[in-house]
């Protein structure tokens, strides 16, 4: 079993930056490969970043050149670094992680074992 605890959302202005962390615990971190996600009321949870055990990473296109992946896995976390912020990013955010034994990423949210609770994030205009 893998414990997600997502911190560092909050009330950011459009243009600001945030960080969010998510701290895993339960087995060995850098064995899985890790995603973010968001979902708005009514809508389906959207693929937003994930990186591979070796730091390969992806985002969606509404997020590129804004938003980065990366990790530390001697702290066993993941985190997304969110730039330049619209209100369109208004969001719960979700990191989520599954078991790997290759280098691979996915960006399909039914890929992933284990979720985060969830840290809100809103962008004001």
């Known amino acids: 079993q893998v414990q997600l605890v997502e911190s560092g959302g909050g009330l950011v202005q459009a243009g600001g930056s945030l960080r969010l962390s998510c701290a895993a615990s339960?087995?060995?971190?850098?064995?899985?490969?890790m995603g973010w996600f968001r979902q708005t009321p009514g809508k389906e949870r959207e693929f937003v970043a994930a990186i591979s055990r070796s730091d390969n990473t992806y985002c969606a296109d509404s997020v590129l050149g804004r938003f980065t992946i990366s990790r530390d896995n001697a702290k066993n976390t993941v985190y997304l670094q969110m730039n330049s912020l619209k209100p369109e990013d208004t969001a719960v955010y979700y990191c989520?992680?599954?078991?790997?034994?290759?280098?691979?990423?996915?960006?399909?949210?039914?890929?992933?074992?284990?979720w985060g609770q969830g840290t809100q994030v809103t962008v004001s205009s």
């Open positions: 339960g087995r060995t971190f850098s064995n899985f490969a």
């Open positions: 989520a992680a599954v078991a790997v034994s290759g280098n691979y990423y996915y960006i399909s949210q039914y890929e992933y074992a284990y």
